[in-house]
């Protein structure tokens, strides 16, 4: 289709009467690069004759082949709302979605469902956000990786589009000193990817860069019937899909922040980095997150380029833009040293509990020891593991090789740049020792949690969660009487650097951040035992 005849087109699409089914009002909906209608029980989405460089729709078969990529790669989180690809006949004044005659324009064929079910316009709970981190990442583990030989991934791939979003955004002008901020940000991204590519191309190598979903953030995901349906890949670049999954689990992390919903955030972020083991990621995600607040400027940069002047929504896009850029701003100032937390105490003492309560107050990453000596087995978390004492994956080395995982993991993410806290029993000494060497080594804070309750709450936790079965540790009720006569409690010096939580009395969440700040500040360089 002509490209000036495309305005017609989209007008005429307003008419009920261009469907083949009901649709008494029709809805339209537009963004940088598509024009969706709301047409009874369907959407259709149309794709705009336009080249941005980093698309191109300016045939009618680049549109056709894009539409059914769409169809192929949306089918695999969303496989109930995509129905397939339509032809828009007649013309541009009087069209005819799907009836006979010459194509005139290619739509992809949807079932609608209410704008209120997607996560940018509804109240987010903990549950749905560990729900959607765990359906991402089993979709992770499961598309495909990217070929050796293939061009995707690799340093100068990840590169590219990082600058390339900086020129529409310099093309606005947005705040005085804009070029200035925009330079400072290209210096930063240009320094962190310099020092990153043995890590890029590590990951590449390791299988991490594969097809993902490409623009996952909370307005193509939705909550349609109780169940997440997450929508809108692209379609139109594979270099923008073929990517490293951490770059995609930084875009939902970023637009969380966004929201101002940094609590959820972090959830989100432990919960994915819990179910897929996939600690690495950490090492690139500041990066990625910067680059994911620049696409988010940039698409508000080209909406700006495309609406009328002076119009309200002009100043919502230029808002918009300015405060992704602000945020992009804000991931590339570290404000202070990483920090060391161990969480010990008895089966039932509520480490786990507190961990993920911290970990959405603090930007910390939770390491659970009941999930890792599991992934050390290849055991799925959801697995009872339930064997006689020293038995299956219980026994004595086994406990040794957990607490090595641990210590490696703790020291990864602290390299990092990020807070940990160590979740297990810690009932020897000599475990706990070796994390404060840890901290001593790397020359920054540790505080210890030393959580505790009554043997009568102890036992009702863990016959509750027994019978619950919800719960991924295996403790039972003999694990916690050895655990009691193996206990050495802590030394003086641990007492020190120690904040003691009765957990039997429900703990103000606030109280206890409190404490734990107060700790750190008189723990500025652990000297270990």
Same mark, same amino acid.
């Given at each position: ?6 305005p017609r087109?989209i ?8 469907y ?15 024009h ?5 029980a ?7 004759p336009i ?8 045939t009618?078969?680049r549109r056709?082949?894009c539409?059914e990529?769409?169809l ?8 109930d709302?995509?129905?397939?690809l339509?032809?828009? %006949?007649?013309? /541009?004044?009087?069209p @005819? ?5 010459? +194509?005139q &324009?290619?739509?992809?064929? !949807? *079932? $609608?469902?209410?704008q209120?079910?997607l ?8 549950e749905?956000?560990?729900?959607l ?25 990840v590169?590219e589009?990082?600058?390339e979003n ?13 070029g200035?901020r925009l330079?400072c940000?290209?210096?930063?991204m240009r320094?962190?990817?310099? %020092?990153?590519? /043995?890590?890029?191309? @590590?990951?590449?190598?390791?299988g991490y +860069?594969? &097809?993902?979903?490409?623009? !996952? *953030? $909370? ?24 990517i ?23 959830r989100f972020l432990?919960r994915?980095?819990?179910r897929?083991g996939?600690?690495?990621?950490l090492?690139?995600?500041d ?6 607040a620049?696409v988010?400027a940039?698409v508000? %940069? ?12 002009e ?13 992009a701003?804000s991931y590339t100032a ?6 060391l937390?161990?969480?010990?105490g ?18 910390l ?23 006689s004492?020293?038995a ?8 040794e ?8 993991l ?6 990092y740049?990020y ?5 297990a029993?810690?009932i020897?000494r000599?475990?706990r020792a070796?994390f404060?060497?840890?901290a001593?080594r790397?020359c ?20 509750c ?6 719960d991924?540790?295996d403790?039972?009720?003999?694990v ?11 030394a003086?010096?641990?007492?020190a650097r ?5 957990t ?9 951040l409190?404490?734990?700040e ?6 500025h360089?652990?000297?270990g035992?």
């Open positions: 289709m002509d490209v000036d005849a495309f087109l007008e005429a699409l307003m008419r009920p009467d261009a083949p089914h009901p649709a008494d009002l029709v809805e339209h909906i537009e963004t940088h690069i598509s969706v209608f709301l047409a009874g369907f959407a259709y989405k149309l794709k705009k080249d941005l460089g980093f698309l191109d729709f300016s009618l078969e056709r082949r539409c990529e769409e192929r790669l949306n089918r695999r989180l969303a496989p709302l995509y129905i397939g339509v032809g828009v %006949a007649g013309t /541009p004044s009087v @005819r979605i799907g009836g006979p005659g010459p +194509v &324009e290619y739509a992809v064929q !949807m *079932h $609608r469902f209410p209120e079910a996560l940018d316009r509804r109240e987010l709970s903990g749905l956000i560990d729900r981190a765990v359906e991402i990442a089993e979709f992770h583990a499961w598309i495909p990786v990217a070929d050796s030989e293939s061009p995707y991934g690799t340093p100068a791939a590169l589009p990082m600058i900086l020129a529409p955004i310099r093309a606005r002008t947005l705040l005085p000193d804009s200035d330079d940000l290209e210096s930063w320094a962190r990817w310099q %020092a990153s590519i /043995p890590m890029i191309e @590590r990951r590449r190598r390791n +860069v594969r &097809e993902c979903h490409g623009d !996952m *953030h $909370r307005g193509n995901i939705a909550l349609v019937d109780g169940e997440i349906r997450i929508f809108d890949a692209i379609e139109f670049n594979p270099f923008l899909r073929w490293d999954t951490a770059s995609e689990i930084a875009f939902l992390v970023m637009d969380l922040d966004e929201s101002g919903a940094a609590p959820l955030a972090r432990n994915y980095l819990e897929s996939d600690y690495e990621l090492a690139m995600l990066l990625y997150k910067v680059y994911r620049l988010r940039k508000m %940069a080209i909406r700006l380029g495309q609406a009328d002047p002076d119009s309200a929504q100043s919502r896009d230029t808002s918009t833009c300015i405060r992704y850029l602000e945020l701003e570290r404000t202070r040293p990483p920090r937390l161990i969480a010990c008895l089966s039932g003492s509520g480490k786990s509990c507190l961990g993920r309560r911290l970990g959405e107050a603090l930007p990453i939770h390491l659970r020891s009941d999930i890792e000596r599991k992934r050390l087995f290849g055991i799925s978390e959801a697995v009872s593991s339930r064997a004492l020293d299956g994956i219980y026994f004595p080395t086994a406990t090789w957990t607490y090595a995982r641990l210590l490696r703790a020291e990864a993410i602290l390299g740049g807070d940990v806290l160590v979740d029993t810690f020897t000599a475990r070796r404060w060497e840890l001593r790397r920054i804070p540790a505080v210890i949690l030393a959580l505790d309750a009554s043997v009568d709450v102890l036992r009702s936790r863990i016959i969660r027994q019978a619950e079965n919800t991924v540790s403790a039972d009720l003999l916690l009487e050895r655990q009691r006569l193996a206990l050495e409690p802590l003086d010096e641990e007492r120690a904040v003691f939580i009765d039997g009395q429900s703990p103000s969440l606030p109280e206890v409190v404490r734990i107060s700790a750190f500040v008189s723990e360089a652990p000297t035992q």
